[in-house]
């Protein structure tokens, strides 16, 4: 399900939340791709969660230049992330 709320569909599921993502981490080692209301604004987090990629669609067709809000996104995922433990 969702990490976050979502307006791209109605999906059904209420958002997981972070705390769900950070408990699938450590339930595998297989790649996770976290959905839903995914932003640049709380990618970042995301990734700290345990998501190894991220899916976003309003993120990116809201804005005029989609290649220059990827390159910030993917510099995001390349930054130390301050630790929340």
């Keep these: ?4 709320g979502t ?3 109605h999906t059904g599921y209420p958002p ?3 705390p ?5 981490r450590k339930a595998t080692n297989l ?4 959905i ?5 604004q709380n990618a970042g987090m995301v990734w700290e969660a345990g998501a190894n990629s991220v899916a ?13 809000k990827v390159r910030r996104i993917l510099a995001l995922r390349q930054a130390p992330f301050a630790s929340s433990s």
């Design 31 to 34: 790649p996770i791709v976290a």
């Design 56 to 68: 976003m669609i309003c993120e990116l067709l809201r804005v005029e230049n989609i290649a220059e």
């Design 36 to 40: 839903g209301g995914i932003s640049e």
């Design 7 to 9: 307006a791209t569909k």
């Design 1 to 4: 399900g969702p990490i976050f």
């Design 16 to 18: 997981r939340g972070l």
């Design 20 to 24: 769900m993502l950070k408990e699938i």
